[in-house]
């Protein structure tokens, strides 16, 4: 089988949409549904013209990677300050929170370094959680949501973004317990709510109808999040990962072939938060977990092949995508072969001499290429857009020449 691609993270929001968006907040423009509708449609074309046989809408309309579950969906919200990642503000925050959910300013922040408790992002700017102080913890909106109106844009597979478990874990706080409210209590409800409606895209068969034609699409696919940079210590980290198999393994080994989980070092306002954190300390516990593992490039080639699974507790399937596709899933390593807070655009020749050395190490059936997670965003939005777009390209194309080199 030819080396598979897929693409992960956020794509920039056009200046359009952003503008829009600012108008909105502002109760200047009301029709901001349709300016959504039209990005989303832009990014879906422009991935699959780029060669990518599995794409996303690039979260044009999601309000936030970590809090989209606690919000009201942004076209039912009022004014959507509430969704954003304000400048100059340290907290993740808007309207539309849920009821039991508090922004005091001592929730938690998700952009600690685990082994060294580092508070912030490497240029000095936080991001902190909301509190949650009562119970029952419960979606007010799900990724499914989301998916479901950029379905009918696609004529390619598509997957999702799911929160990870383990990141929605820091609502609840830290040192203390909720009075009439166990973390136990919590975590039940939270694995509860990411299986019930997001987890079940992965249970059923849609069709995707195209101009003139009708393509087969068998099952979503879904990519928690799962951050390095998240608190505290080697023993939460043990934590997380038992808490994202317990989501995880509720699923069958034919559902966990479509459920992927990716590590990368963050990159809000082209900042990274744990760039330095040695993945030796990771990897071993990452391929703990029942599923692909979307992983970005640090020179981690001899450790993923040393720690990959070639059962990940039954994932092995095969997948037919009309005469396009016909990938055999083991466990897989998608590895990060662009850097995306870099404006020079990879070209395919590296691409490729970097996919061939990295099956040295990592066998050719369970190699696969991904771009790293966060996008450039600075200066301009529509040049930061271009060239997402064309990085996907050179990787696919960089992808396509491995595989030939390989005889796969």
């Not at 950029?150 to 973004?161: E, I, R, Y």
């Not at 478990?165 to 040192?175: A, D």
């Not at 099956?359 to 190699?367: E, F, G, H, N």
Request: neutral net charge; aromatic residues 10%; hydrophobic residues 40%.
């Amino acid at each position: 089988m030819p080396i598979p691609c897929e693409v992960v993270g956020s794509i920039p929001r056009p200046l359009k949409l952003q503008r829009a968006f600012a108008a909105y907040e502002a109760r200047t423009f009301e029709q901001l549904e349709p300016e959504i509708n039209h990005a989303c449609e832009d990014t879906i074309r422009r991935m699959e013209d780029a060669g990518q046989l599995v794409i996303t809408d690039g979260e044009q309309r999601i309000s936030s990677f970590a809090t989209y579950p606690i919000f009201e969906w942004v076209i039912i919200a009022p004014p959507v300050s509430s969704c954003y990642l304000q400048t100059g503000d340290s907290t993740l925050h808007g309207t539309g929170l849920a009821e039991n959910l508090v922004l005091d300013g001592h929730g938690q922040m998700f952009a600690m370094y685990v082994f060294t408790g580092r508070l912030a992002f490497a240029d000095g700017h936080e991001r902190r959680l909301p509190r949650l102080v009562s119970g029952p913890f419960r979606f007010k909106t799900f990724a499914a949501d989301y998916m479901a109106q950029g379905l009918h844009f696609a004529q390619n597979l598509v997957k999702q973004a799911v929160v990870a478990p383990s990141m929605l874990s820091l609502l609840y706080p830290l040192k203390s317990e909720i009075p009439g409210y166990t973390r136990e209590q919590f975590l039940a409800d939270l694995c509860d709510q990411i299986s019930l409606r997001d987890g079940s895209l992965l249970g059923t068969t849609v069709e995707i109808r195209g101009p003139g034609e009708c393509y087969p699409f068998r099952r979503p696919r879904l990519d928690y999040g799962f951050y390095v940079g998240a608190p505290i210590s080697e023993r939460l980290l043990d934590f997380f990962l038992e808490l994202n198999n317990r989501v995880i393994n509720r699923f069958t080994a034919v559902e966990r072939a479509h459920i992927g989980v990716h590590t990368c070092p963050g990159g809000d306002w082209d900042s990274t938060h744990s760039l330095d954190v040695p993945y030796e300390l990771l990897l071993k516990e990452m391929f703990r977990l029942g599923s692909y593992l979307i992983i970005d490039r640090n020179k981690v080639f001899k450790l993923i092949g040393k720690h990959i699974r070639r059962d990940a507790n039954g994932v092995k399937q095969e997948l037919n995508w009309g005469n396009a596709l016909a990938w055999h899933f083991l466990q897989m390593a998608y590895i990060g072969v662009t850097s995306t807070i870099d404006p020079r655009v990879e070209s395919p020749e590296e691409i490729a001499q970097m996919l061939v050395a990295a099956t040295k190490y990592i066998p050719a059936d369970q190699l696969g290429a991904t771009d790293d997670k966060c996008r450039k965003h600075g200066g301009s939005p529509d040049y930061a857009r271009d060239i997402a777009f064309q990085k996907i390209a050179a990787r696919v194309k960089g992808a396509r020449i491995a595989s030939e080199r390989l005889g796969i």
